[in-house]
């Protein structure tokens, strides 16, 4: 029988047309116009097939679960009332399609599902998990999934050597379809509770999420004593921002908003382990062959021993860049127009303006050769004042206004060999690349975004090897190296190694240990194996150019399935470099991380980070040369409707109040209870 979208299915249907009593035995099925199907030995109800009485109903809910009772009640609204009733919205089947019994249900004298709210609720209930002794519950509710509501969230427990035993239990409003405000009271044992607060909200434009903390706590201000001694209890706290808006199909606006209070709250309340914060805003233009930005940016350092004056606020930042045709010989010119002011508190403040011309031309010979060829010209306008504020004599630059004109032009030949081997295919591709550039003018200009150059793959055949904008490479070099690439039934391998030559004598301003300093750079080279989806070994290297000595030795490694699988790192740079250029520090570290499904639901995993570094190589490393970091081990279980864990957390460094020690994590995540 069909009624006003509901439909009912049944061995035997016996309607009375004068009364209008409808009743139906044998395989009974209700469809009601929301997709949920009510199930029943029999059933008394109306024509309208809306209300009516069901003994031994089930309910197989449209998003997911079920409810069963001894006997159920449909109202015309659509209302359906049970005693003695289950719902669970696990399987209640195994993977052979036997019964089962669900990771959890809940039971309860009344039951009352309402379809036009989505939600379930509750009297005299109880949990049943892994069927063990049920737990009573308070009268309540919960919605049937397929939407949100507001309501309790999955709580969270845990416990740390500083903070002491923790509990947070979230609580969800729906401010809108569109808008949703969570907030998570975080008791302590040992300090005052911690509020946290998320917004979010989403509209046809973009979206918006927002994630405040705040609490009052002893704090301490001496971050490089071994032993620090707390100060008085301070308001503590830490803003999470980030917003994004298509405006039109080629405007965006976008910004992240990241603060804190001091710098090691967000350790201490194990919220981040980020050593700097960025605060950004920009507004673009994208189009097929033109790109404006309109941005800025504000950097917080956490790190122990930078001094927050020194650290650049970037107001404002223009870049325009397009591309169009030289309407001659086929090539393709780039300009770029772009503009940057840096001011700091406590610190040299510097504002530059450049515009650029590049001109590509990209041919392929009667031989297969492809071959590129590059011009390029650029002219810049520096400004800068207290100079005297930067320590480091090559980052100055002299005071006021100067100028600096660039050029360079290149010539780049690649030329690949394609063949068989081994049953499939191999490519070798060797390269050669000639670029000439006549001396500029760098040391009297300000270094603010060039300071961190170190030679790898990626930047060998660069036009300019330097970082950023404010150096560039003034040399004549010649540039070789070669490609390799085998791709055979669910295995590819690649590999790559080049060196470059500088062909004049000028002295360079390229620092030792950068690989470039002398007129032949170090050697690099990149590695790649694949083997289908479960093995991916990449390794970087720099061989110095006398004694082949490793300067920079890379691997990351992935094996496994993603139920199964370990990833391990480990990085050593042996640069010698000089300790006065920043971020380029000599160090060794090794990273593990993994995780082992050893049942079809249950699965353990683990991290740590063990820093190798000894005296040797930084003499201003701490490390004995086998120091660990941090770890992390634990143990989940996660089926289709559960999620429950125990994590173990171990931190070996102090930092202020952020002290060294042992953390746990419990998480119990219900399907459709809090999440």
């Known amino acids: 029988m069909f009624r006003q979208g509901s439909r009912l299915r049944a061995d035997k249907v016996v309607w009375n047309r004068k009364t209008g009593k409808v009743v139906a035995t044998g395989n009974i099925a209700v469809t009601n116009p929301e997709g949920d199907i009510a199930y029943g030995d029999e ?19 449209e998003q997911g679960g079920r409810l069963a009772a001894e006997q159920g009640t449909r109202d015309a609204d659509g209302t359906v009332n049970l005693r003695t009733a289950a719902y669970t919205p696990c399987g209640v089947t195994n993977s052979a399609g ?33 069927g063990l002794p049920s737990l009573p519950l308070p009268e309540f509710s919960n919605p049937v999934g397929g939407g949100s509501d507001s309501g309790l969230l999955s709580p969270n427990g845990g416990y740390s050597r500083v903070n002491g035993v923790e509990v947070s239990i979230p609580y969800y409003w729906k401010l809108a379809p569109n808008q949703g405000l969570v907030i998570t009271p975080h008791i302590y044992s040992s300090v005052l509770p911690m509020a946290q607060v998320d917004y979010s909200a989403l509209n046809s434009k973009g979206a918006f999420k927002v994630r405040a903390y705040a609490t009052e706590s002893r704090r301490s201000d001496d971050l490089t004593t071994a032993n620090p001694t707390d100060t008085s209890m301070a308001f503590r706290g830490y803003i999470d921002g980030v917003a994004r808006y298509q405006l039109s199909p080629n405007w965006t606006a976008s910004g992240s908003l990241r603060l804190t209070t001091d710098r090691t709250f967000l350790r201490r309340y194990d919220i981040s382990r980020d050593d700097r914060l960025r605060t950004t805003a920009s507004l673009e233009r994208i189009d097929d062959s033109s790109y404006f930005s309109l941005s800025g940016w504000y950097a917080q350092t956490l790190r122990v021993n930078d001094s927050q004056g020194q650290q650049p606020i970037a107001l404002p930042e ?26 700091r508190t406590d610190g040299q403040d510097t504002q530059r303006a450049f515009a650029s011309l590049q001109w590509d031309l990209r041919r392929f010979t009667n031989w297969g050769q492809e071959v590129t060829f590059t011009a390029f010209a650029r002219g810049d306008l520096y400004n800068t004042n207290d100079t005297l504020a ?13 100028q600096r004109a660039i050029g360079a032009v290149a010539v780049d030949v690649k030329w690949p060999f394609i063949g068989t081997f081994l049953g499939g295919t191999q490519r070798f591709t060797p390269r050669v690349q000639f670029v000439a550039a006549p001396k500029v003018a760098n040391i009297t200009l300000p270094n603010e975004d060039s300071r961190a ?26 540039t070789y190296g070669g490609e390799w ?19 004049d004598l000028r002295p360079t301003i390229l620092p030792d240990g950068t690989g470039l300093s002398d007129r032949f750079s170090d050697i690099v080279g990149r590695s790649e194996l694949r083997f289908r989806d479960f093995v991916s070994i990449v390794h970087r290297y720099r061989l110095d150019k006398d004694g082949f000595a490793i300067r920079r030795n890379e691997v990351d490694a992935t094996i496994g399935s993603r139920a199964t699988y370990v990833l391990v790192g480990y990085l050593k740079l042996n640069r010698n470099i000089d300790a006065s250029i920043e971020d380029l520090r000599d160090r060794e570290e090794a990273r593990v991380a993994g995780r082992v499904q050893f049942a079809r639901f249950w699965s353990a995993f683990g991290s740590g980070v063990v820093d190798l570094t000894n005296a040797s190589e930084d003499p201003l490393s701490r490390s004995d040369g086998f120091t660990p970091i941090r770890h992390r081990i634990g143990i989940q279980y996660e089926d289709d409707c559960l999620r429950l864990g125990g994590t173990w957390r171990r931190t070996y460094n102090d930092t202020g109040d952020a002290r060294k020690g042992n953390s746990f994590l419990l998480t119990l995540a219900f399907t459709n209870l809090g999440r």
């Open 43 to 61: 059933i008394n109800l109306t024509d309208s097939l809306k209300d009516g009485v069901v003994d031994n109903m089930l309910v197989v809910l």
């Open 98 to 130: 036997c019964p089962k019994e669900p990771t959890w249900k809940i039971t309860a004298v009344r039951v009352t599902y309402r379809p036009e709210r989505k939600r379930i609720f509750y009297k005299g209930a109880r949990l049943h998990l892994f």
């Open 318 to 343: 223009i870049d325009y860049r397009k591309r169009f045709d030289d309407g001659l010989v086929g090539g393709r010119f780039q300009l770029q127009l772009n503009t940057l002011a840096l001011t």
């Open 390 to 402: 930067t320590t480091n004599i090559s980052y100055r630059g002299l005071e006021g206004f100067h």
């Open 453 to 478: 150059v170190d030679l790898d793959d990626t930047n060998l055949f660069s036009l300019n090897r330097f970082a950023g904008y404010d150096r560039f490479e003034d040399s004549s070099r010649m």
């Open 485 to 503: 690439a085998l791709d055979l039934p669910g295995i590819s391998f690649t590999t790559n190694v080049g060196q470059s030559y500088r062909l």
